[in-house]
């Protein structure tokens, strides 16, 4: 049984907000039937997925969740070329560095600033951290390159991250973000340059996730 349906129905209806006894007499059926396949007890067949699909105008890709755009659409990933033509980026960077766009274009109109400076704080360490990865991967380049020493630079930098985080949850539910209803179509209506990225980011991460759990089950 296909998990990501009963997840991704129920979430459109209530982004929409839709009563489930509305959305069950519109797609013709009962509300208790409506109810099973939110809760994933009942599969549905191909007629009600089609007749769902148009009912919240997305593709039946997305209600399956096969893709993370509600029409289906490709990741497009709208990245300046540089100029020498050097350093040309591949689909899934160019994904990486839209979403952070987004982010930024999220905070930025509205004025948050406690909430910027945490966000850039927390990605600019998560740099930092995976450069040091790299850098110390060959034994040859000089440690002196970094101010911190290796043993503890780390661990530090964790931590770093961990409070940075937590002054991010604390500007964003305290701030002006606690208003801001983000749903599916905001993300789409509000940033249609970084959209795709943004939600074809969050569904390679939860398959990620997702498969670690997995692995870990066993």
Do not use: W
């Not at 110390?136 to 780390?154: C, E, I, L, M």
């Amino acid at each position: 049984m296909n998990t990501d349906f009963p997840r991704i129905i129920t979430l459109l209806r209530k982004e929409r907000n839709i009563s489930q006894k509305q959305a069950a007499a519109d797609l013709g059926v009962s509300q208790a039937l409506l109810s099973h396949y939110e809760k994933g007890i009942r599969e549905c067949g191909l007629e009600f997925l089609v007749k769902t699909a148009d009912y919240y105008n997305v593709s039946c890709d997305y209600l399956l969740g096969r893709c993370a755009e509600p029409m289906g659409k490709a990741e497009n990933a709208p990245v300046t070329a540089p100029e020498n033509g050097q350093d040309k980026l591949t689909a899934p960077q160019k994904m990486l560095i839209n979403s952070e766009k987004l982010i930024f274009s999220l905070m930025n109109s509205l004025e948050d600033a406690a909430l910027e400076k945490s966000v850039r704080g927390y990605l600019s360490l998560a740099v930092y951290r995976i450069f040091r990865v790299i850098y110390s991967a060959n034994p040859k380049n000089d440690r002196r390159f970094f101010t911190v020493d290796s043993p503890g630079a780390d661990g530090f930098t964790s931590a770093a991250m961990e409070l940075k985080k937590a002054q991010a949850e604390n500007a964003a539910k305290n701030g002006a973000m606690q208003n801001v209803q983000i749903t599916t179509n905001s993300i789409s209506e509000d940033h249609p340059e970084y959209a795709s990225a943004l939600l074809n980011q969050i569904k390679s991460c939860e398959d990620c996730v997702s498969s670690s759990m997995k692995a870990d089950e066993e």
